[in-house]
């Protein structure tokens, strides 16, 4: 599988973003997608992910009740809505595709897409 990452940017404290992930050439089954953050000088960490069957859903702790993740199936997308942003979510945002099993650990991935910025800044 291959994932194509989109829609980082700057944003103010509070303000809004959306991140897509397309996939391409493989097959999701079994798969789980989501998205992984890593900040200057931290460690790459868990943020969300969503199974591609049934659409179960899973947050981290430190965004639950601000970011939203979906797909939509027809083409093969998944988006995450991040709400009320703080200048703790300023990462390099990384999709990840990997089985639902497998989730929510970063060496366990099977496919990343390239890394997109949102720095939440005043």
């Known amino acids: 599988v291959q994932l194509q990452a989109s829609g980082g940017g700057l944003v103010q404290p509070g303000g809004s973003l959306r991140l897509s992930c397309v996939a391409s050439?493989?097959?999701?089954?079994?798969?789980?997608m989501g998205w992984f953050r890593q900040a200057p000088g931290k460690e790459r960490e868990f943020v969300s992910m969503i199974s591609w069957i049934g659409g179960i859903k899973f947050y981290a702790d430190a965004v639950k009740g601000r970011f939203t993740i979906s797909k939509d199936n027809a083409k093969n997308t998944i988006h995450l809505e991040m709400n009320s942003l703080k200048p703790e979510d300023t990462a390099v945002y990384y999709c990840a595709a990997g089985d639902t099993e497998a989730w929510p650990r970063p060496e366990r991935m099977d496919s990343w897409g390239q890394g997109t910025l949102v720095t939440v800044s005043s």
């Open positions: 050439r493989g097959s999701l089954s079994r798969e789980g």
